[in-house]
């Protein structure tokens, strides 16, 4: 199916806990640099004027939120996706791709150990998160519970809002022209390089244009006051920026809380993220 006769479309898929927040800010940057033409719409811009208003659901939910990360028949309005737009923050499966062609779109996902998703979770949940009613139902548990306990609570209300299936969806997603998955890992590791060959990818990266002022303004020691990267502070939305938290966080009582829980998804990440990896070590 064709939705548009020119001009690529991007559309930023990913689930919470990705640096989603952080990909608006550094392409409506880019975009405002040289590339003026596009039109920035957020996931919740998106959900507003779009699925509120042409579905069965009319506010935030869990429900909402597994639908979008595993249906493969509702199409969200997705049929009217439009030209010259850049769409950041869907929360969403690999569904969406179904509506897409490489000819009209550039579709990108980042992809994180899910194990470190969960502790990344769970301290935002807690701390950091802005309320909402249901970070607040949430919060009010876990400020009770103790930290084993917390981390069981939250694998559970992930599974509830169909996280690690959208994440797991994802994995047995081939790449093409159309849609490219990144590792979280190399968005930490090797920052610089990730971000020119996500610009180049997304056809965004223009010749005799330096972006280095714009990846610099949005490197991790700016967003959290100085830190290092791996300098956690469990309170702040940018706690640390580092991989393999859950090998120090999650003992084996919880690792295999999680294996049982999602049906081995972090034994399933361990023997796929190299297929998707973009920077040689």
Same mark, same amino acid.
């Given at each position: 199916?064709?939705?548009?006769?020119?001009?690529?479309?991007?559309?930023?898929?990913?689930? $919470?806990?990705?640096?989603? $927040?952080?990909?608006?800010?550094?392409?409506?940057?880019?975009?405002?640099?040289?590339?003026?033409? =596009?039109?920035?719409?957020?996931?919740? !811009?998106?959900?507003?004027?779009?699925?509120?208003?042409?579905?069965?659901?009319?506010?935030?939910?869990?429900?909402? $939120?597994?639908?979008?990360?595993?249906?493969?028949?509702?199409? &969200?309005? *997705?049929?009217? +996706?439009? #030209?010259?737009?850049? =769409?950041?923050? &869907?929360?969403?499966?690999?569904?969406?791709?179904?509506?897409?062609?490489? #000819? !009209?779109? #550039?579709?990108?996902?980042? +992809?994180?150990?899910?194990?470190?998703?969960?502790?990344?979770? =769970? @301290?935002?949940?807690?701390?950091?998160?802005?309320?909402?009613?249901?970070?607040?139902?949430?919060?009010? %548990?876990?400020? !009770?519970?103790?930290?084993?306990?917390?981390?069981? @609570?939250?694998?559970?209300?992930?599974?509830?809002?169909? +996280? &690690?299936?959208?994440?797991?969806?994802?994995?047995? $997603? %081939?790449?093409?022209?159309?849609?490219?998955?990144?590792? /979280?890992?190399? *968005?930490?590791?090797? /920052?610089?390089? *990730?971000?020119? !060959?996500?610009?180049?990818?997304?056809?965004?990266?223009?010749?005799?244009?330096?972006?280095?002022?714009?990846?610099?303004?949005?490197? @991790?020691?700016?967003?959290?006051?100085?830190? #290092?990267?791996?300098?956690?502070?469990?309170?702040?939305? =940018?706690?640390?920026?580092?991989?393999?938290?859950?090998?120090?966080?999650?003992?084996?009582?919880?690792?295999?809380?999680?294996?049982?829980?999602?049906?081995?998804?972090?034994?399933?990440?361990?023997?796929? %993220?190299?297929?998707?990896?973009?920077?040689?070590?």
């Amino acid at each position: 199916m064709q939705l548009f006769k020119k001009n690529k479309t991007i559309i930023h898929c990913c689930t $919470q806990k990705t640096a989603s $927040q952080w990909f608006i800010s550094f392409l409506s940057d880019v975009i405002a640099k040289s590339n003026k033409n =596009y039109k920035i719409h957020t996931f919740v !811009d998106y959900r507003e004027s779009v699925i509120f208003k042409d579905s069965i659901y009319k506010k935030p939910s869990y429900s909402l $939120q597994k639908d979008l990360y595993t249906e493969q028949e509702a199409d &969200f309005g *997705f049929n009217r +996706l439009k #030209k010259n737009c850049f =769409y950041t923050s &869907f929360y969403i499966g690999p569904n969406i791709l179904n509506y897409l062609s490489a #000819k !009209d779109a #550039k579709v990108f996902f980042v +992809l994180r150990d899910p194990r470190d998703l969960v502790v990344s979770w =769970y @301290y935002s949940a807690k701390y950091s998160h802005p309320p909402t009613e249901q970070i607040n139902i949430v919060r009010s %548990k876990l400020v !009770d519970y103790s930290f084993d306990d917390g981390i069981k @609570y939250s694998i559970d209300e992930m599974n509830k809002f169909g +996280l &690690f299936e959208g994440v797991k969806r994802w994995m047995t $997603q %081939k790449e093409d022209h159309l849609v490219r998955i990144y590792l /979280y890992e190399d *968005f930490v590791e090797h /920052y610089t390089t *990730f971000c020119l !060959d996500l610009l180049s990818f997304l056809e965004l990266k223009k010749k005799n244009v330096l972006y280095d002022d714009i990846i610099n303004k949005h490197s @991790y020691k700016n967003y959290s006051s100085g830190r #290092k990267k791996g300098e956690s502070n469990n309170k702040s939305h =940018y706690r640390s920026a580092s991989v393999d938290q859950w090998k120090n966080e999650l003992n084996e009582e919880l690792i295999e809380y999680f294996e049982l829980k999602t049906n081995n998804l972090g034994a399933y990440y361990d023997s796929q %993220k190299d297929n998707f990896k973009k920077v040689e070590q």
